[in-house]
């Protein structure tokens, strides 16, 4: 069975550019997440879906930041512009809504901001 | 709020010994308690989890977890640890499908 996947790896980009992250939950799945993991701050919840709707954004940092999921086999989430206080590793996960908090995770993909 | 809180940022243990991962919790109810283990350059794993009923859970790779509701604990141990352990492992409390997840602590095993 195919994991989450997750586009690009990695990414380098200068200060100012626009970046999209793009994730492809588990088939099946109806709960969609977005975390971002720094050696500062830990792991951070960014966003959450359920059935393709986004239920709580309260973790997105400010509005350079956003998240769509417009269908339930792929979502984004697009920085613009970037800055260098965004590089970060960025996973996607994806769960069944009531297998709550069983989620599987994609390999990530780590930005960095020059 | 919920929080979570692994004392120790980095153990190291002798493969083979025993291994105990601390892990303590802050949540009004009965919490849905889990450990993740994430390897280098990959994303997290669920080993185990405790929803309710017998307090000691078994998981995946030889792991366990005991809650003690009375320590606020959720504790991972495992007997003999293996080199294929090495990596951060992760506690998290969860409310629904909302994790919040420790800080980590990051294993290494010694030969």
């Known amino acids: 069975d195919a994991g989450v996947i997750q586009s690009p790896r990695h990414e380098v980009t200068e200060m100012g550019q626009e970046v999209t992250l793009r994730c492809k939950p588990i088939?099946?799945?109806?709960?969609l997440f977005w975390y971002r993991q720094t050696m500062m701050r830990g792991l951070e919840l960014l966003i959450y879906?359920?059935?393709?709707?986004?239920?709580?954004d309260s973790g997105m940092p400010e509005d350079r930041f956003s998240a769509k999921m417009p269908n339930a086999s792929f979502s984004t989430l697009k920085i613009q512009p970037s800055e260098p206080r965004d590089s970060a590793v960025y996973f996607c996960a994806s769960s069944l809504v009531a297998s709550a908090g069983e989620l599987f995770f994609g390999e990530g993909s780590r930005l960095t901001v020059l | 709020a919920q929080s979570v809180t692994q004392p120790d940022i980095h153990i190291t243990v002798s493969e083979g010994a025993s291994l105990e991962l601390r892990c303590n919790y802050s949540y009004g109810a009965t919490p849905y308690l889990f450990w993740y283990v994430q390897s280098p350059g990959q994303g997290l794993q669920l080993l185990l989890k405790y929803f309710s009923g017998d307090t000691l859970v078994q998981g995946i790779k030889g792991f366990e977890a005991e809650f003690k509701r009375s320590q606020s604990s959720f504790n991972l141990r495992k007997p003999s640890v293996h080199w294929s352990d090495a990596a951060e492992y992760f506690c998290?409390?969860?409310?629904?499908?909302?994790?919040?997840f420790g800080g980590g602590t990051r294993l290494m095993v010694k030969p």
């Open positions: 998290a409390v969860g409310q629904g499908n909302m994790l919040t």
């Open positions: 088939s099946g799945h109806n709960s």
């Open positions: 879906f359920n059935n393709n709707v986004p239920i709580d």
